[in-house]
């Protein structure tokens, strides 16, 4: 268990509403992750966070910002959600466990958020 | 051109045979490879890391890597009706990111 949980686990907004969804590991990672996933489109990376305040674009951030004032939370917003913006999100968190299993840097997921903007 | 590549299937084999699934990708100085396996409604779950050339076993899965083709591969041996899952390819070209395919579906039969 990576220690990570998403909130909400669903949430069924109105199109042009601002919605955050929150991501918090309990483990003290530095990096953590946005993505969305759709049909056809597979994972796609939104936003990314290698530290307090320090985040960068992904391949889809259009529409989204983030923001991460402590380690253990990063959160996404869409800061007027539009129906293109119906999906599921996952936070990951990368890991490095240990090296001399043959292991290297991971990703880890949480459980999703369903959005639905109608 | 997408960074990792798979066919989305479906993927259908009876249970008890060898399920093999593909992943391309484009970045050649990718160092680190991923499978995951994620069922329906459920969040991807790591089961294979690869990171040099060749075979790596775990159990009834192999990851095969070929570098110079750009090419990995999922192996599962005696494929069970609980594997039934979308299988993601996932690379890892540099520090800070990773790459996702769309995903295999792979259906074993009973």
Not at chain 1, 5 to 31: A, I, W
Not at chain 1, 70 to 99: G, N, W
Not at chain 2, 80 to 104: E, H, I, M, W
Request: hydrophobic share 25%; charged share 20%; with cysteine.
């Amino acid at each position: 268990d990576a220690g990570i949980t998403q909130s909400p686990r669903h949430k069924v907004t109105e199109t042009g509403t601002p919605v955050t969804l929150r991501c918090h590991q309990t483990e003290n990672h530095r990096y953590m992750y946005w993505y969305r996933q759709d049909p056809g489109h597979g994972l796609r990376l939104i936003h990314y966070s290698y530290g307090v305040k320090d985040t960068d674009k992904g391949e889809v951030s259009d529409g989204y910002s983030v923001s991460r004032s402590k380690t253990e939370d990063f959160l996404l917003t869409l800061e007027s959600a539009t129906s293109s913006q119906t999906s599921v999100y996952f936070c990951a968190i990368r890991v490095t466990p240990d090296r001399g299993k043959g292991r290297g840097t991971e990703a880890f997921f949480g459980q999703g958020t369903r959005l639905t903007v109608v | 051109q997408k960074e990792v590549e798979q066919n989305s299937g479906p993927l259908s084999v009876p249970e008890g045979a060898i399920a093999s699934l593909n992943c391309t990708y484009s970045d050649r100085g990718s160092q680190s490879f991923f499978w995951y396996r994620q069922y329906s409604g459920k969040s991807p779950e790591l089961i294979m890391s690869i990171y040099s050339n060749g075979d790596k076993e775990d159990g009834r899965f192999t990851a095969q890597l070929n570098k110079a083709s750009q090419y990995v591969s999922l192996l599962i041996r005696d494929s069970q009706p609980s594997d039934s899952a979308t299988y993601l390819c996932a690379v890892r070209p540099n520090f800070n990111k990773f790459y996702f395919g769309s995903g295999t579906k792979l259906n074993v039969k009973p």
